[in-house]
């Protein structure tokens, strides 16, 4: 997203570098505390009913013009609600769906009458809930997200079970893996070149593998003319 937006982005390694900001969060911290202290304010309902009051009074008094009046910053672009989405790479299934963890779409047919199915698209899910499917940057379809619950964007390959149960995301049953039936099933990696996995099968103390098979004499071959 930076680098569609040609945004540099720099690490602030040290609190001095985050001076600003550090400075903002201990007046939050500290004097939004005490203001809601006097006030007698003990409920979330009334803190968010005082924050306007509290912002203008902060502003007022400690808010400075700049000194230059040019803008700083650029116009956004047009596309600016489908840069600031969450991002996955999926591969097309053969009755031309594209799934997510709890949605999928159903992409309508090329121009020519070709299918979709095996090409490689990737599947941004947007601030307000809309699911987009671009094809080399090309937007081939878009679904809204249904009205029967509000949206939270959150990462669905990385939310936690708690969040995903909330926001109505999970895995189809044929996807689930029974963690039970997994931990019985011991497996390690291979070499490289010969597989991914496979299961680790121990031979017993008796198998003939374990001892070390017994010298045999060697026989000359007799009548093969050989000196």
């Not at 591969?91 to 979709?116: F, I, K, M, Y």
């Not at 079970?161 to 997994?182: C, F, K, M, W, Y």
């Amino acid at each position: 997203m930076l680098a569609e937006l040609a945004v540099g982005f720099i690490l602030a390694r040290s609190p001095q570098a985050k001076g600003r900001i550090e400075r903002l969060w201990e007046t939050l911290q500290d004097r939004l505390v005490s203001e809601l202290r006097l006030r007698g304010i003990g409920t979330v309902a009334a803190a968010e009913a005082f924050l306007p009051e509290f912002i203008r009074d902060f502003n007022h008094r400690f808010a400075r013009p700049s000194r230059e009046s040019v803008r700083a910053w650029r116009t956004a672009p047009s596309n600016f609600d489908s840069i600031l989405a969450c991002r996955y790479v999926r591969v097309v299934a053969r009755d031309n769906t594209v799934t997510l963890p709890g949605r999928w779409v159903q992409l309508s047919a090329r121009a020519n009458g070709r299918s979709w199915q095996g090409c490689r698209v990737e599947a941004r899910e947007l601030l307000d809930g809309r699911l987009q499917i671009f094809h080399r940057e090309q937007l081939v379809a878009e679904q809204a997200w249904p009205d029967r619950q509000p949206f939270t964007l959150v990462p669905r390959g990385s939310a936690r079970p708690t969040q995903r149960a909330a926001l109505g995301i999970d895995l189809p049953e044929s996807t689930r893996i029974d963690h039970r039936v997994a931990a019985k099933v011991r497996t390690r990696t291979r070499k490289r070149a010969l597989g991914q996995y496979t299961q680790i099968r121990r031979p017993k103390p008796d198998h003939p593998w374990k001892g070390r098979a017994p010298l045999q004499p060697r026989t000359e071959a007799v009548g093969t003319g050989r000196t």
